[in-house]
């Protein structure tokens, strides 16, 4: 049996309006071929040889198949084509449809911000974070005040748009590659990261290497600029452990975790490893137990946290300060002693000075020259306070004349006289040498004139040797950040950096870059959002510019706002934005015509559709949504029930209050009539006095006795008139009904009755008769149709053999023959049912 979605396709050409047996579908429908619509001869056309359901009759069918072995044979070809294509397309969609549930699969796993329930999603939360801290707090006895940090990451690992890509700023999901950082920890898209740091490398490189490309510059984190060599830049995807590269997807650990233990070293290293699962940010303190003693060394030791090992037994300290009179006073503490707190009157370093000054700082300088007399006898020490012998004089031994070329022995009294030859130092200049004989005193500025390049090289001129000379030419050439020129006047080619701020606009667009210009991309905004729910007690913080697609925290605080209807406090419910839920409780208003309270829910703020509200001019013009305004609605009518008795006293019902009044039971009255015979058939009615019966009692005949109500049995003598027909109906007459009833008078059809019976009689045959040759001749139309489309006839020749058939006038004007005969026959019962009158 085929499948239902399978269709064979029909004939093209000469077989097209044959007869094709269509395969029945599982449901047991037959399928219509390819041809579309009902054509002449297509399955389902009913004609000769052809039942009514459109099945061939088995005649029909053999004769088919005897006449047209080639058509079967391209049929079957054809129905065998449609089958493969069939199976190819049903193939194809069934693929289509596999892949389509695959993504929906991914995509339910992929989003870290997707919906979940809140019970749902915070059970499943609680048992990853509670599976990932157990080898943890099984070593503390469940204290996790340790964890604080890394349970802030493992959240944010978990909240809806909280895992940000600072470089490109969005999601990272949980399907997707991750980079962490080992300084702050924080996320990266894997291709982010690398194009940054392939970036970072090749800015720092082409600005400062002149083997471009060749040495090892380290690239900086986007976030806390913690630096790298171009050895760490990353090229796998790892879980945060480093243990297992392309960590599967798996909903029941944390999102890019292998879910092993951690292992990591802690930091600062103590010897012992993380006992965590695999988690992102950083390690807590370890947890071990060491036993240690105090800083001091003087306390016993005692068994603490390895985190927490060094400890103060708080006892005074009590070592000898750098002072060497005092010692240290403060409790038991880490690292050296502090400089000594107290105050002494102390000496200078030369002796002639003293003053109080710290104990911490004992050798101090004071501002008089030594003035002791050197070994000479002749000359005092020129020396500011100092430690030691003050040593020779600096005049004594052998000197130099200013120009240093002559050496004199000359006593200390005595200067050092000139010895007449060119000085010949080298000038301030640095070219020239100076040409005056031997001086003292420094030399004259240099008076050549040379013809000098300017700094840049671009222009020349002949000026003084110590004059420099500036053009006022200004570089063209762009600085570092290749943004701006560098405008110097006569640069010499070491274009200072750029000094103008970025001022682009971040990644965020909230803020922008504070940096100075430089090229490449800018630093991801350090700034971070607090996205909080509506009264501000929960809260989210994300990487800023993430705040606009962050959807808000749920808040588990109920709802402050104060209650809009005239309830004097609302229903309890969760922090939301917006306008609050329509109030639910009962109105309890007091109605004014009852005294009854309203037990509807509240309607002070009920949503009514706004009318007369503006007509669209015409079909062109799009009709605009139904609004809805707030309003306060009137109190319902009131519902309690309160017991009424109907008029007629027949029953005691309850009725809605604001429908308390007479009321009809809707039975019948049933009082006795002061007739004594009869009873009140009226509705149920309020009754004032003794009705009066007005009721009339029925003859045998059917008729009403005239006279009023009366005991005992009515006389039989009925004057009513009644029509009395003959058998066909034609012929009558108003009698008695008394007469009636007597069979006293009888009508009998006349001549003319039986005349115009047999006249409709021969005409219903006639009828009957042209009826009965016209199917013979259509049906003879038909079958001469449908052997020439067994024969294969074109359509063109079909009008040339068909045979002409002569209607006859009966069968033209039949029509009008109808009406006309019916209309003669009804005016002349007319004229003989007047002429009997």
Request: overall charge positive.
């Amino acid at each position: 049996m085929e499948a239902s979605w399978r269709q064979v396709a029909g004939g093209r050409g000469r077989a097209r309006g044959r007869a094709t047996a269509a395969p029945s579908s599982g449901n047991g429908v037959h399928l219509r071929g390819a041809g579309g619509g009902r054509e002449k001869g297509s399955v389902g056309a009913a004609g000769p040889g052809r039942s009514p359901g459109g099945a061939a009759t088995p005649a029909t069918a053999g004769s088919s198949a005897r006449r047209s072995p080639a058509g079967s044979e391209a049929s079957q070809t054809s129905v065998a084509g449609a089958e493969l294509m069939s199976q190819k397309k049903f193939e194809e969609i069934k693929k289509a449809n596999q892949a389509a549930a695959k993504k929906i699969v991914e995509e339910h796993f992929s989003s870290s911000s997707e919906e979940e329930g809140d019970e749902d999603f915070e059970g499943k939360r609680g048992k990853i974070v509670a599976n990932t801290f157990i080898t943890y707090t099984t070593q503390t006895d469940g204290d996790v005040r340790e964890l604080e940090r890394t349970k802030q990451y493992l959240n944010e690992a978990f909240q809806a748009g909280a895992m940000t890509c600072l470089i490109c700023i969005a999601s990272v999901k949980r399907n997707q590659a991750v980079w962490s950082c080992s300084g702050c920890f924080c996320i990266f898209h894997m291709p982010c990261i690398q194009k940054w740091a392939k970036d970072s490398q090749f800015l720092v490189s082409s600005l400062t290497d002149d083997d471009f490309g060749k040495r090892d510059y380290p690239w900086p984190c986007p976030k806390c600029r913690f630096e790298y060599k171009r050895s760490d830049t990353p090229s796998r995807y790892y879980c945060y452990c480093g243990k297992v590269e392309d960590p599967p997807l798996d909903p029941w650990l944390v999102p890019h975790s292998c879910g092993q233990v951690c292992e990591r070293d802690f930091k600062p290293s103590c010897g012992h490893k993380c006992l965590l699962l695999c988690h992102p940010g950083p390690c807590p303190p370890c947890p071990k137990m060491v036993t240690t003693t105090c800083y001091c060394k003087k306390a016993k030791p005692i068994p603490r946290r390895c985190s927490a090992k060094a400890w103060s037994c708080q006892l005074p300290c009590g070592r000898k300060l750098l002072c060497g009179q005092h010692k240290c006073e403060n409790p038991c503490h880490a690292g050296s002693c502090p400089p000594c707190p107290r105050v002494s009157r102390q000496k200078c370093v030369c002796g002639k000075r003293v003053a109080e000054r710290s104990c911490a700082s004992p050798l101090w300088h004071c501002d008089q020259v030594c003035g002791k007399t050197l070994p000479c006898g002749n000359h005092t020490c020129e020396q500011v306070c100092h430690v030691g012998a003050c040593g020779d004089c600096p005049r004594s031994g052998k000197r130099f004349c200013p120009c240093q070329k002559s050496k004199f022995s000359l006593p200390c009294t005595e200067d050092v006289p000139t010895c007449g030859d060119s000085c010949d130092k080298v000038l301030e200049c640095g070219i020239h040498r100076c040409s005056q004989r031997c001086h003292r005193g420094p030399c004259e500025t240099c008076r050549q004139e040379v013809e000098k390049h300017c700094r840049c090289g671009k222009h020349t001129k002949r000026m003084p040797c110590h004059k420099p000379y500036l053009c006022e030419t200004k570089c063209v050439k762009m600085r570092d950040c290749q943004k701006h020129q560098c405008r110097r006047k006569c640069c010499p080619g070491n274009c200072p950096p750029c000094d103008q701020n970025c001022g682009r606009t971040l990644g965020c667009r909230n803020h922008k870059c504070p940096s100075v210009c430089h090229r490449g991309s800018c630093y991801p905004c350090p700034e971070t959002v607090d996205v909080k729910c509506n009264c501000g007690n929960t809260k989210v913080t994300v990487p800023c510019g993430r705040e606009r697609t962050t959807r808000p925290p749920k808040c588990k605080e109920q709802c402050s706002r104060p209650p809009t209807c005239h309830h004097t406090s609302q229903e309890k419910h969760r922090c939301h934005f917006g306008s609050c839920p329509p109030c639910r409780q009962p109105c309890q208003k007091v109605l004014e015509k009852c005294g009854h309270l309203c037990p509807a829910p509240c309607h002070d703020q009920a949503l009514i559709k706004q009318t007369g509200r503006h007509q669209p001019t015409g079909p062109w013009e799009q009709p605009s949504e139904p609004a809805f305004i707030q309003t306060a609605l009137p109190c319902p009518p009131c519902q309690v029930p309160i017991p009424m008795e109907c008029l007629g006293k027949h029953e005691v019902s309850p009725l809605p209050c604001h429908a308390v009044g007479p009321y009809s039971c809707k039975r019948v009255c049933g009082r006795t009539l002061t007739c004594q015979n009869h009873v009140c058939m009226k509705e149920c009615h309020k009754v004032t006095e003794t009705d009066s019966c007005t009721d009339k009692k029925k003859l045998p005949c059917g008729h009403r006795c005239k006279e009023m109500c009366h005991p005992g049995e009515c006389p039989f003598n009925c004057n009513q008139k009644v029509k009395l027909r003959c058998p066909c109906k034609r012929i009558k007459k108003e009698v008695q009904c008394n007469k009636v009833r007597e069979n006293q008078i009888s009508i009998e059809c006349d001549t003319t009755c039986k005349e115009m019976k047999q006249k409709a009689s021969e005409l219903k045959e006639a009828e009957a008769k042209a009826a009965l040759e016209e199917e013979k001749r259509r049906q003879q139309a038909e079958l001469e149709a449908f052997e020439n489309r067994l024969k294969g006839r074109r359509k063109k020749n079909r009008k040339r053999d068909e045979v002409a058939v002569e209607l006859t006038l009966w069968q033209k004007y039949k029509y009008y023959l109808f009406p006309l005969c019916a209309i003669v026959v009804v005016v002349f019962a007319w004229y003989i049912a007047h002429a009997v009158d």
